[in-house]
């Protein structure tokens, strides 16, 4: 049987290794070993979490091997705390004294119920933590990241439907909080369409010279996708572009990765890259400022 160590999960390369690590394994038993783990970003179980519950579909069983409580009883409490470990295996979710978690949630496809729950659950976070914010760029914000999960529901095409989790920091004066699905990646649903687009505008001179279309890659149909009113579905696109600028004006950050496309933020930088392995499904992670020192507002508010 493989045991697969997770030494620490602190960056968005971390959580893919490992999620390569549990979907690679070929074995129908394998471990999950976290006792010797130095340290969890909440946000990123998300992934692990969909790599685990990809295996059960498999019929696949995954043993998870918790942090020792009196030796590593921060690591514990943290994956307890946000409901990890009780969703595989028999134990307590220990209380979130502080409320500073995004509790681990997994969403099937048209769970309506979950989808409220959780609506409900991030709503009450987000506005105990951000003050930074004013009362009507707060909302804006927490509409455009719910948005992100009616984009899961309506393109991604698979009924283990989506997985969250997140962590508010209060002494770094972050938020972190990571959305991932297993379905259609962002390049292949655009490219669908824009084939489909292309077909329908083709003229007469193009069919007779049979043009050929053209996908675009991975990169470029992420960054497709980021721009506003880009929709595959004519119902609005990635509902990002609000978001974009907030992590543009407060040195936040934006990581996406699709297939083969990685795109970023950070501190204000673009950065993208096609990866040598796809991703069969979106990652969409998000870091923003809660710095009380910075207040940010809507344009219309200063008129």
């Known amino acids: 049987m493989t045991v697969i160590k997770i030494d620490?999960?602190?960056?968005?390369?971390?959580?893919?290794?490992?999620?390569?690590?549990?979907?690679?394994?070929?074995?129908?038993?394998?471990?999950?070993?976290?006792?010797?783990?130095?340290?969890?970003?909440?946000?990123?179980?998300?992934?692990?979490?969909?790599?685990?519950?990809?295996?059960?579909?498999?019929?696949?069983?995954?043993?998870?091997?918790?942090?020792?409580?009196?030796?590593?009883?921060?690591?514990?409490?943290?994956?307890?705390?946000i409901g990890f470990l009780k969703e595989f295996i028999n134990i307590e979710k220990s209380l979130d004294f502080h409320k500073t978690m995004i509790k681990y949630t997994h969403i099937p496809l048209?769970?309506?119920?979950?989808?409220?729950?959780?609506y409900l659950h991030f709503i009450e976070r987000c506005q105990q933590h951000i003050s930074n914010l004013s009362p009507e760029l707060l909302n804006k914000i927490i509409q455009?990241?719910?948005?992100l999960f009616s984009n899961v529901f309506r393109h991604s095409q698979n009924d283990l439907g989506l997985f969250c989790s997140g962590q508010f920091y209060p002494e770094g004066?972050?938020?972190?909080?990571?959305?991932?699905?297993?379905?259609?990646?962002?390049?292949?649903?655009v490219n669908t369409f824009l084939l489909k687009k292309y077909k329908k505008e083709l003229s007469l001179t193009n069919k007779i010279f049979r043009d050929k279309f053209k996908p675009l890659n991975?990169?470029?149909?992420i960054t497709w996708a980021m721009k506003e009113k880009h929709s595959t579905s004519g119902e609005g696109g990635l509902g990002l572009s609000?978001?974009?600028?907030?992590i543009i004006k407060s040195s936040g950050k934006l990581e996406i990765i699709s297939g083969k496309g990685y795109y970023a933020i950070t501190n204000g930088e673009y950065t993208s890259k096609l990866l040598e392995e796809s991703f069969p499904g979106t990652i969409i992670s998000i870091e923003l400022s809660t710095?009380?020192?910075?207040?940010?507002y809507l344009n219309e508010e200063s008129k």
């Open 8 to 81: 620490k999960i602190n960056t968005l390369s971390h959580a893919i290794y490992y999620y390569d690590k549990i979907s690679t394994t070929i074995e129908d038993e394998c471990s999950l070993d976290f006792s010797s783990t130095t340290f969890i970003r909440n946000n990123y179980l998300s992934i692990i979490g969909l790599a685990i519950m990809q295996r059960n579909l498999y019929g696949k069983s995954i043993n998870i091997i918790t942090p020792d409580f009196h030796k590593n009883r921060k690591v514990y409490n943290a994956m307890s705390n």
């Open 173 to 189: 004066k972050k938020f972190n909080f990571t959305i991932v699905d297993g379905g259609i990646t962002i390049p292949k649903n």
């Open 291 to 296: 710095n009380e020192n910075k207040y940010y």
């Open 218 to 221: 991975a990169v470029d149909a």
């Open 110 to 118: 048209n769970s309506q119920e979950k989808i409220e729950d959780f």
């Open 242 to 246: 609000l978001l974009e600028q907030l």
């Open 144 to 147: 455009k990241v719910l948005e």
